[in-house]
Structure formats: structure tokens, C-alpha cells
């Protein structure tokens, strides 16, 4: 978490050392013109897919491109345990850092009789 917000507060444009200040190391990835912090347990490589712009938002869109996991955050699948994980999530509401660490529902499920009483309405 510290060196995570370290990286969002801390701009190479100002701070050309800012690896060496947070401990942190990086390799240059394989398929995207940025680095991998090696420190952390997932890298999502994105490329820029899109820029949007609005009156009310300004988003960058990416297209993903590849994902190295260590092995200790899967799942017997091969893919990411977010409980494994223990996801950092940023609320901006709050200003603070929380951990994901409960599955509360099955997605594409949770609201199948919702859709069973909306489609019976029509």
C-alpha cells in the first residue's frame, strides 16, 4: 500500500529517482513501453486504446495486454484470487485504502429473479 501510493502521488516528471526512493524495482516489460514493478503480486500491461473526453470526465482507456501473477495469488484455475490477493481498492470518497477479502455474490447471477420478474412484467 505505501509504495502503491507513493507511485500515485510521486511524478518521474518531477522525481527522475522516484524507484530508488520507494524501495522499489522495476524490469521493462516485454510488451508495453512501461515498467513492472517487481515488488508487487499482479501486473496488468496495458496499451492506450482510447482517450474520452466529456464536460463531466476525462478517461483513459486501456486495453490490457498482458497479466504476470506470482504464483502464491491464484487459484487452483491458474487465474487471480482476489482473496488470495487481498486487492488493495482506493476509495476516493474516503480517501483510504481497503482490502478486498469477502466474495459476497456470483456475478451474472446475483440478479436472475430481478430479470425473471422484469421480463415476466412485460
Not at 505505501?2 to 527522475?16: C, L, P, Q, R
Not at 490477493?85 to 440478479?111: P, T
Request: glycine letters at 10%; a negative charge.
Amino acid at each position: 500500500m505505501e509504495a502503491a501510493d507513493f507511485f500515485g502521488i510521486a511524478t518521474g516528471n518531477k522525481m527522475a529517482d522516484k524507484f530508488v526512493k520507494s524501495g522499489c524495482h522495476e524490469e521493462k516489460s516485454k510488451h508495453v513501453n512501461a515498467p513492472v514493478i517487481t515488488e508487487f503480486p499482479v501486473a496488468l500491461e496495458c496499451e492506450l486504446a482510447e482517450i474520452v473526453e466529456t464536460e463531466n470526465l476525462h478517461g483513459v482507456v486501456g486495453r490490457i495486454v498482458n497479466v504476470s501473477a506470482d504464483e502464491g495469488v491464484l487459484g487452483e484455475d491458474g487465474k487471480v484470487d482476489p482473496l488470495k490477493l487481498k486487492a488493495l481498492i482506493f476509495d476516493q470518497f474516503r480517501s483510504g485504502y481497503y482490502v478486498a477479502a469477502e466474495k459476497v455474490g456470483q456475478a451474472w447471477n446475483a440478479g436472475k429473479e430481478l430479470m425473471k420478474a422484469a421480463k415476466a412484467g412485460n
